[in-house]
T-cell receptor
Framework: GQSLEQPSEVTAVEGAIVQINCTYQTSGFYGLSWYQQHDGGAPTFLSYNALDGLEETGRFSSFLSRSDSYGYLLLQELQMKDSASYFCAVRSNTGGFKTIFGAGTRLFVKA | DVKVTQSSRYLVKRTGEKVFLECVQDMDHENMFWYRQDPGLGLRLIYFSYDVKMKEKGDIPEGYSVSREKKERFSLILESASTNQTSMYLC??????????????FGPGTRLTVL
């Protein structure tokens, strides 16, 4: 089957760096995505990794290791507005290239 | 900007009722998805469609059906609503293709309560 594991909650202070890990188990892996969802809002796309390594987009970076079935989202210079839920999602080539989401990590940023 | 709209933000229905949730996207995306979101469970895929009149079961299709008669519209149908279908329902769309991120664009969600 397919599954993803990520921590349920992470707390960090404003200005700090936080890393949200994601391990996955899937057949036919295509890529790992990250989405952000604020309370009451819709998920929005942050990043995608198809190959091993680090992808940087402003304050956010995402890393993938295909051999370890592992990835992480790195948030730098944390701001209060980064308080949200973060979902990792795996795209596989089974079942018509569907995407499976993790349960989400709730990030609390404290002043 | 891609826009995905859903017919209702909040909906209250009675057990046994037939419920229709509508989703429309305006960016000519081939793929459309229906998820339900429950606390601690993330987004679970109910059904998806990669073309008009095509549909594929997701991970939790039981109790649901879908319809895609036009490319821009994807409907989720609860044939006989039950209390365990009380949830947030999210629609999403994406471009087709095997390359690229398959970034999904989500609608605002419909919070359905079944009494």
């Amino acid at each position: 089957g397919q599954s993803l594991e990520q921590p349920s909650e992470v707390t960090a202070v404003e200005g700090a760096i936080v890393q949200i890990n994601c391990t996955y188990q899937t057949s036919g892996f295509y890529g790992l995505s990250w989405y952000q969802q604020h309370d009451g809002g819709a998920p929005t796309f942050l990043s995608y990794n198809a190959l091993d390594g680090l992808e940087e987009t402003g304050r956010f970076s995402s890393f993938l290791s295909r051999s370890d079935s592992y990835g992480y989202l790195l948030l730098q210079e944390l701001q209060m507005k980064d308080s949200a839920s973060y979902f990792c999602a795996v795209r596989s080539n089974t079942g018509g290239f569907k995407t499976i989401f993790g349960a989400g990590t709730r990030l609390f940023v404290k002043a | 900007d891609v826009k995905v709209t859903q017919s209702s933000r909040y909906l209250v229905k009675r057990t046994g009722e037939k419920v229709f949730l509508e989703c429309v996207q305006d960016m000519d995306h081939e793929n459309m998805f229906w998820y339900r979101q429950d606390p601690g469970l993330g987004l679970r895929l109910i059904y998806f469609s990669y073309d008009v009149k095509m549909k594929e079961k997701g991970d939790i299709p039981e109790g649901y059906s879908v319809s895609r008669e036009k490319k821009e519209r994807f409907s989720l149908i609860l044939e006989s609503a039950s209390t365990n279908q009380t949830s947030m329902y999210l629609c999403a769309s994406s471009l087709s293709g095997t390359s690229g991120s398959n970034e999904q664009f989500f609608g605002p969600g419909t919070r359905l309560t079944v009494l």
